[in-house]
Every structure is written in structure tokens, then in C-alpha cells.
């Protein structure tokens, strides 16, 4: 069953712009944190950005700026909005949540972005 579903990936040409969705099942209760991280080939998965329950955020320097993040956490929903990108945001995007309890961290299957002219 999944429980995670990300959308939105695709090709883009650098200098353009991309939105990713997600989704976490309903029937997760107590989400307090969604984000996304990526890995690109080759790299260990890295932390893009977070959105807390509270709407608080936390964004990795290279993205900063560039990315937003936005989410309704009580809906189980969070986006990611990606613009200036850069070859170097090449990578499969993941979405995470975070329930408090039980402490459980659930993960998408992910989305494939690619910055290439």
C-alpha cells in the first residue's frame, strides 16, 4: 500500500521552473514535519526542505531562495516550488512525513528531476 505519492517531476531546461506535489495517506495521523530530500547519482540523499506543523520551514543552503516549500500539514500535503534550477538539482526528489506517534518516518517512491539544455 502506498502511503507516500509524490507528482510533478519532469525535464526542464536551466533557468526554468517546476512544482512538486505530495500526498500522505489519510489514515497517517500525527504527521508533524513534511519535506523533501533528493539524491542524485552517485550521492547519498540529501535534505531539500522541511515544513513543520507550526508552518515553520528549513531549507538547505543550495537551495535557498530558489525553492519554496509550502504544505497544508494538517491535510497531509506539502509542495515544493523549484525556480533558477540548475543542472545541479538533477536528481530523484523524495517527499517524507513525520509522525510523532508512533515515530515513524514515511517515505514516496520519489520524482525523477532533470536540468538539462
Known amino acids: 500500500q502506498v502511503q507516500v505519492v509524490e507528482s510533478g517531476g519532469g525535464l526542464v531546461q536551466p533557468g526554468g521552473s517546476l512544482r512538486l506535489s505530495c500526498a500522505a495517506s489519510k489514515t497517517i495521523i500525527g504527521i508533524h514535519t513534511m519535506g523533501w530530500y533528493r539524491q542524485a547519482p552517485g550521492k547519498q540523499r540529501e535534505l531539500v526542505a522541511t515544513?513543520?506543523?507550526?508552518?515553520?520551514?528549513f531549507y538547505a543552503d543550495s537551495v535557498e531562495g530558489r525553492f519554496t516549500i509550502s504544505g497544508d500539514i494538517a491535510k497531509n500535503t506539502v509542495d515544493l516550488q523549484m525556480n533558477n534550477l540548475k543542472p545541479e538539482d538533477t536528481a530523484v526528489y523524495y517527499c517524507n512525513a513525520l509522525q510523532a506517534a508512533p515515530n515513524i518516518a514515511y517515505w514516496g517512491q520519489g520524482t525523477q528531476v532533470t536540468v538539462s539544455s
Open positions: 515544513i513543520g506543523v507550526y508552518g515553520n520551514t
